[in-house]
């Protein structure tokens, strides 16, 4: 079955800092998808990614950059120079090909960013 | 163009009364799921429809049922509440929801007494 663990429950950073989110997954299906979302106090899941598993190429935007390693079936999240703004949980998701539309979730880890 | 709605933003209900949620999505899109985030926690996966039909269920109580709309907006309903069934529903919609991003209202914070 499917599961996504994402072991921080909780990070506090001061502002600037670097930041890594890890999420680590598990699936028997070799086609699978794999998302990040922000949820902000406001309760609003904000998608921010989503990789196929036959592509392992890391991407970034601006601030944000994503590792995927199949290996170590993770897919890590970093935060460059981090930003009050910034606070907020973040969810690592994964959706498998034979699951339809379903997306399992982690626990989700609460970034907050300190001034 | 507008996101994915859901009505009401705030519900408070008594055990055993029955509530229903409210969802539109984004404008083309033909898919809706829904989702239960219990405080604290990751969302769980309750159904999905797409063009009208069920396509998905996750493992909820026969309490939990949904419906889709010719305008492929959606409904949930809840019967008998239970007190655990206090969280936020957020409802997702992508266009033909198979490999497609989901993108998620801004949910329904139920409350039941």
């Known amino acids: 079955a499917q599961k996504v663990t994402q072991a921080q429950t909780e990070i506090s950073v001061v502002e600037k800092e670097d930041v890594t989110l890890d999420c680590v997954y598990e699936?028997?299906?070799?086609?699978?998808?794999l998302f990040w979302y922000k949820q902000p106090p406001s309760g609003e899941l904000v998608f921010l990614i989503r990789?196929?598993?036959?592509?392992?190429q890391n991407e970034i935007s601006g601030r944000y950059s994503w590792n995927f390693q199949k290996s170590t079936s993770s897919f890590n999240f970093t935060i460059t120079a981090s930003q009050v703004v910034d606070s907020a949980v973040y969810f690592c998701?994964?959706?498998?090909?034979?699951?339809?539309?379903?997306?399992?979730f982690g626990e989700g880890t609460q970034l907050t960013v300190n001034p | 163009d507008a996101g994915v709605t859901q009505s009401p933003t705030h519900l408070i209900k008594t055990r055993g009364q029955q509530v229903t949620l409210r969802c539109s999505p984004i404008?083309?899109?033909?898919?809706v799921s829904w989702y239960q985030q219990v405080l604290g926690q990751g969302p769980q996966f309750i159904f999905q429809?797409?063009?009208?039909?069920?396509?998905g269920r996750g493992n909820f109580p026969d309490r939990f049922s949904a419906r889709q709309f010719p305008n492929y907006s959606s409904e949930l309903n809840v019967n008998a509440l239970l007190l655990g069934d206090s969280a936020l529903y957020l409802c997702?919609?992508?266009?033909?929801?198979?490999?497609?991003?989901?993108?998620f209202g801004p949910g329904t914070r139920l409350l039941v007494l």
């Open positions: 997702a919609s992508s266009y033909a929801g198979t490999i497609e991003t989901q993108y």
């Open positions: 699936t028997r299906d070799t086609t699978y998808y």
């Open positions: 990789r196929n598993s036959f592509d392992e």
């Open positions: 998701a994964l959706r498998e090909e034979t699951s339809g539309s379903r997306l399992t």
């Open positions: 404008s083309g899109h033909k898919s």
């Open positions: 429809y797409y063009e009208k039909e069920e396509r």
